[in-house]
């Protein structure tokens, strides 16, 4: 079901299991997974509710192999950035 992300939240938590390994209902600090959107080389990308502000937003996860890796994480802080110039 398509669904507006109104915001992109730079997602720097890491996941040890099998990608798209989140499911429904799961917490990350303020945020509940609704459900997942894709998965691909940099990491897992999430439909989540930000239960502080009531909005959906998407966050990416990393992998934990590269949660610690400077350049990677640089490049998701540089993709957050991007995106949520389109939405702010």
């Not at 999430?46 to 192999?65: F, G, H, N, S």
Request: glycine residues 10%; aromatic residues 10%.
């Amino acid at each position: 079901m398509p669904f507006a992300i109104n915001h992109y939240c730079l997602g720097l938590y890491s996941f040890e299991e099998s990608p798209l390994s989140l499911s429904a209902g799961t917490h990350l600090a303020p945020y509940e997974v609704v459900g997942a959107i894709g998965a691909g080389g940099m990491g897992e990308v999430y439909q989540v509710r930000d239960t502080r502000l009531k909005r959906t937003v998407a966050i990416k996860v990393l992998p934990r192999e590269l949660s610690g890796d400077a350049q990677r994480r640089a490049r998701l802080e540089r993709e957050a950035r991007t995106l949520a110039s389109r939405f702010w």
